[in-house]
């Protein structure tokens, strides 16, 4: 990574669709739609977490790029945890006497090679003389892009669900509400009801809804091979028909766009349940200069491992989880546009 570039950090929380729970119905989670919950009270990136007592219980995630951070927690109730990149493996505890007050660095890698990576994170349990239990917290994570080289400057650029530059096809309707991105999204249960956007850009953040009337969705960048997601929430474990994230979550995301013109689509898939797809917004990345990164072959997966009261490595920039916007660009000589889902409810009315 070159430091002195436009580089973004990235941050991936637990509700976000662009991770995959083998099995959702194995992890507990808050359930951000009941009138109890409240994030502001809550340590967690935006109040929730995902927690398992479950040997294997795993997820994955794919991204693009020279870093990983991983953030979780440490307790006496937890265990060993195994972290696999690209098929190398390391493996670690989050066992600690005490619980820790907030989220910890469970993994942090500034050594991988600037490439496309396959991230699974399994629970392994209590193994090998382990003092804790069978017990894993994944709170986020977050990867580190290159957005501009040295010397540009990057501005974002909103489409809200009733920006004419998006195409919709298909049964579509629209929620209004003060809690979303400019008052309101765009939802269907259409099976292969789609919106489309032609954009420029370096980079591209589509943001949405999540709920368990949700299922699938395609994404299509470019002609390229589909990409497909969950957009159900699964918190709870039991799958609870009014559970919802009630904040917009990250349902897509690409980098390393070059300056031609770029067309997105995103289509449902209802399948037998009908399923719903909600649309809040889409961000695109504008740099003044573009200089896409040529992708390198692997690198060494070794990293470091914290727990409390070590702190995230340098290389890991972050800043206050909890923040009200999408994007936040912060002014440095090393800009750093840091990505968090909005930290405003959310409501569908209409749907019951």
């Given amino acids: 990574m070159d430091p002195s570039a436009v580089n973004i950090n990235v941050t991936v929380d637990d509700f976000d669709s662009v991770l995959s ?7 507990q989670t808050p359930d951000p739609s009941s009138s109890s919950f409240d994030a502001r009270n809550m340590p967690w990136l935006m109040g929730t977490y995902h927690r398992t007592d479950v040997v294997g219980a795993s997820l994955t995630f ?71 239990g069978n017990g894993f917290l994944f709170d986020y994570l977050q990867t580190t892009v290159q957005l501009a080289p040295t010397g540009a400057n990057v501005t974002n650029k909103t489409y809200e669900e009733d920006n004419s530059a998006l195409t919709y096809a298909g049964q579509w309707n629209t929620n209004k509400s003060p809690n979303f991105s400019a008052g309101g999204t765009a939802y269907t249960n259409q099976d292969k009801a789609s919106v489309s956007l032609t954009f420029s850009g370096s980079a591209v953040y589509v943001f949405g809804d999540k709920k368990n009337d949700h299922g699938l969705y395609r994404v299509v960048l470019d002609n390229k091979t589909a990409e497909v997601y969950n957009g159900i929430s699964g918190c709870g474990g039991a799958f609870a028909p009014t559970c919802e994230q009630q904040k917009p979550t990250l349902e897509y995301f690409a980098s390393n766009l070059d300056s031609s013109t770029h067309t997105l689509r995103i289509e449902n898939i209802a399948g037998a349940n009908n399923s719903f797809f909600d649309l809040d917004s889409i961000v695109v990345t504008i740099p003044t200069v573009y200089a896409p990164r040529e992708l390198s072959g692997p690198s060494s997966t070794s990293g470091t491992y914290g727990l409390p009261p070590n702190k995230p490595p340098p290389a890991s920039p972050s800043g206050d989880p909890r923040g009200n916007s999408a994007i936040m660009v912060l002014p440095s000589a090393n800009l750093l546009l840091l990505v968090w889902v909005f930290g405003m409810f959310s409501w569908s009315p209409g749907r019951w």
């Fill in 21 to 27: 729970y083998s099995d959702p119905s194995v992890w």
């Fill in 62 to 132: 794919n991204f693009t790029g020279p870093s990983l951070y991983i953030y979780g927690h440490a307790g006496p109730a937890y265990g060993s945890y195994e972290v696999d990149i690209d098929a190398n493996t390391t493996t670690a505890s989050a066992y600690a006497p005490t619980n820790a007050s907030g989220p910890v660095l469970l993994f942090g890698s500034k050594t991988l090679a600037y490439a496309p990576h396959t991230l699974t994170l399994r629970n392994l349990g209590a193994k090998d003389g382990d003092k804790g």
